[in-house]
């Protein structure tokens, strides 16, 4: 089966993984995060090709993640904004950097600090339970699986 | 920069994308969680190909993330399960599945639903402020570089 058609499963991570399953769109994606909107800062900065950066930011803004504008006229340039689904990325980039700073023999334990604006306190985002409130994991959470995405794999499986 | 570089960013988002930047390792990780432990699973369900997921699976054995273990000695046959380091990427995929929930349009709304079972209900998981656990968004959090990753990347910038 090709990567493309994790596109037409009923699992949506599958899905997802499709479009942001990459090294370098998680990239473009963190970069604008942190501010740069621009092809050559996000080629630069990413160490990826220009031809890498252009086929992922047209599939980015394909997809509704990004979009294009122009921020001069003579001559015509364009920059990079996160649209509202691309900053909706947002929880998927900072759980990469949270297990990435538990996990990574990096040279600098945390690179990169995150200051909560409302609260004013460096903070480490966690995930709760969004009907108790109270922080929540994979040993605490059952997954139920809807009867058709069962009847797609039972299919796969019986093959 | 070939992709392998990304290992040797100061950056901890760059060095979790060099590892599970790739949306099958992403599969296998998610197909592992919802208890899927054997290769042929893992192969029927993301619907690659033996030999991809017989890669993915070595380095993610390799990285500490998956752990191999004996089910059979005669014939011996191996599963698979999630190390602790494995385990910890649960927010990724589920902030993936909350993103995919929201934004990519499937046959069915929600194939995946998630209960807590400390509290007994339906759960969407979402991210707090880890100092005052208010919901928190990339809004209202500001990044702070640090010294060696700024550096890092104004050599880049300058080249």
Sequence with gaps: MAKSDLSRRTCTVARTAEIIGDSWSQMIIHEM???TRRFDGMQRLTGASPHLISVRLKRLEAEGIVRKEAYSTRPLRHEYRLTEKGRDLWPVIIAMK???????????????????????????????CS??????GAVTTRATISDEMQAERRSVLND
């Design 33 to 35: 995060f942190l501010g």
């Design 98 to 128: 949270n297990w990435g700073d538990r996990w990574m023999e990096t040279p600098d334990a945390t690179p990169i600090t995150l200051t909560h604006t409302e609260c004013g306190h460096e903070t480490r985002p966690y995930l709760v």
């Design 131 to 136: 009907a108790c409130e109270a922080p929540i």
